[in-house]
């Protein structure tokens, strides 16, 4: 039987531990004895976790499966830097004063490449935005299938670790270290991209360019209105904040449309466009609809300036 979190051994109100499963009885013994003690205790409880892993728990919970908020997490979170808004703060920000638990798995074998790094520092990046919170959020991670860098980044972004032999602090916790060893110099774009320098006063016909560039790949009349609020969103973001122009570089790759703007800008903030804009403050919007309305978005940003790489289906 694995071990799980009670509340007798909380040190800190918010918890986040790492559960590590290698199967699917494993995979239920940790999940089910996290959520059946939320629901015990009247907290609202919610699941976020791929498809597969989604049903296993839907089928074992049975008729209490209407007591819990169940969401699949390859839809929800399909791009790592919505999780956080979109996800876990969507719906802890509903149930206001009290204590809320979220069983979240977003990192699973199929992941990409290009994703992973995002969610990585989403992983480390939950401990600064829900510190001090009324907030338990388990995270699992399959050690049969997952390489063995992202089980060990897990025990780096994890203060908690749970597996098969019981419940342990992690000696390897540096969340920070995390954001920083995956803030990378993202690839130049293709030969084959379309490239367009932007200023001030060319915003709207460089918009315009891209939106027909989109059309003419076939984008969906659907795609196309995400499409065409993320390049104003972020060529306008680098006009503002990003020294006053930029360079915005489209392709195609794998059925989506990638953008890539390249400024002057220095984002330091690692939580920006992850939180929600508070109510009734101006600004703060434009990276956290982007995060929303994209498919995946990746950051490089430093002295030097910044490249924000963006996906989205093209259907």
């Given at each position: 039987?694995?071990?799980?979190?009670?509340?007798?051994?909380?040190?800190?109100?918010?918890?986040?531990?790492?559960?590590?499963?290698?199967?699917?009885?494993?995979?239920?013994?940790?999940?089910?004895?996290?959520?059946?003690?939320?629901?015990?205790?009247?907290?609202?409880?919610?699941?976020?976790?791929?498809?597969?892993?989604?049903?296993?728990?839907?089928?074992?919970?049975?008729?209490?499966?209407?007591?819990?908020?169940?969401?699949d997490m390859t839809v929800e979170?399909?791009?790592?830097?919505?999780?956080?808004?979109?996800?876990?703060?969507?719906?802890?920000?509903?149930?206001?004063?009290?204590?809320?638990?979220?069983?979240?798995?977003?990192?699973?074998?199929?992941?990409?490449?290009?994703?992973?790094?995002?969610?990585?520092?989403?992983?480390?990046?939950?401990?600064?935005?829900?510190a001090g919170r009324e907030v338990s959020i388990?995270?699992?991670?399959?050690?049969?299938?997952?390489?063995?860098?992202?089980?060990?980044?897990?025990?780096?972004?994890?203060?908690?670790?749970?597996?098969?032999?019981?419940?342990?602090?992690?000696?390897?916790?540096?969340?920070?270290?995390?954001?920083?060893?995956?803030?990378?110099?993202?690839?130049?774009?293709?030969?084959?991209?379309?490239?367009?320098?932007?200023?001030?006063?060319?915003?709207?016909?460089?918009?315009?360019?891209?939106?027909?560039?989109?059309?003419?790949?076939?984008?969906?009349?659907?795609?196309?209105?995400?499409?065409?609020?993320?390049?104003?969103?972020?060529?306008?973001?680098?006009?503002?904040?990003?020294?006053?122009?930029?360079?915005?570089?489209?392709?195609?790759?794998?059925?989506?449309?990638?953008?890539?703007?390249?400024?002057?800008?220095?984002?330091?903030?690692?939580?920006?466009?992850?939180?929600?804009?508070?109510?009734?403050?101006?600004?703060?919007?434009?990276?956290?609809?982007?995060?929303?309305?994209?498919?995946?978005?990746?950051?490089?940003?430093?002295?030097?300036?910044?490249?924000?790489?963006?996906?989205?289906?093209?259907?």
């Amino acid at each position: 039987m694995l071990a799980t979190v009670t509340a007798d051994d909380r040190t800190e109100p918010f918890e986040h531990p790492a559960l590590f499963y290698r199967d699917a009885d494993e995979y239920l013994a940790g999940t089910l004895a996290f959520i059946y003690e939320g629901l015990v205790r009247d907290e609202p409880v919610a699941v976020s976790v791929p498809t597969a892993n989604l049903e296993l728990i839907r089928a074992a919970l049975g008729a209490s499966a209407d007591a819990v908020r169940l969401m699949d997490m390859t839809v929800e979170g399909r791009n790592p830097g919505r999780i956080i808004p979109g996800v876990l703060r969507a719906f802890t920000d509903t149930h206001p004063g009290k204590r809320v638990r979220i069983v979240g798995e977003p990192i699973w074998a199929d992941r990409s490449e290009t994703e992973y790094p995002a969610c990585a520092q989403h992983e480390a990046l939950i401990n600064a935005a829900f510190a001090g919170r009324e907030v338990s959020i388990l995270c699992p991670y399959n050690t049969t299938e997952l390489p063995a860098h992202m089980v060990a980044d897990a025990h780096a972004t994890h203060p908690i670790l749970i597996d098969h032999s019981g419940r342990n602090h992690s000696g390897a916790y540096d969340p920070d270290s995390i954001v920083a060893s995956y803030n990378r110099p993202l690839p130049a774009p293709p030969a084959d991209a379309m490239v367009l320098e932007f200023e001030a006063n060319t915003l709207t016909r460089v918009r315009h360019t891209a939106m027909a560039y989109a059309r003419d790949i076939g984008m969906s009349e659907y795609r196309l209105v995400d499409a065409e609020l993320i390049i104003a969103e972020t060529i306008t973001n680098s006009v503002v904040h990003g020294g006053g122009r930029g360079t915005l570089s489209l392709w195609t790759r794998d059925g989506q449309l990638c953008f890539q703007v390249d400024d002057a800008g220095h984002i330091t903030n690692p939580l920006a466009g992850r939180l929600p804009a508070p109510p009734r403050v101006p600004g703060g919007r434009g990276l956290l609809l982007v995060n929303q309305l994209a498919e995946l978005v990746r950051i490089h940003t430093g002295q030097q300036g910044t490249v924000l790489h963006i996906r989205q289906a093209l259907i």
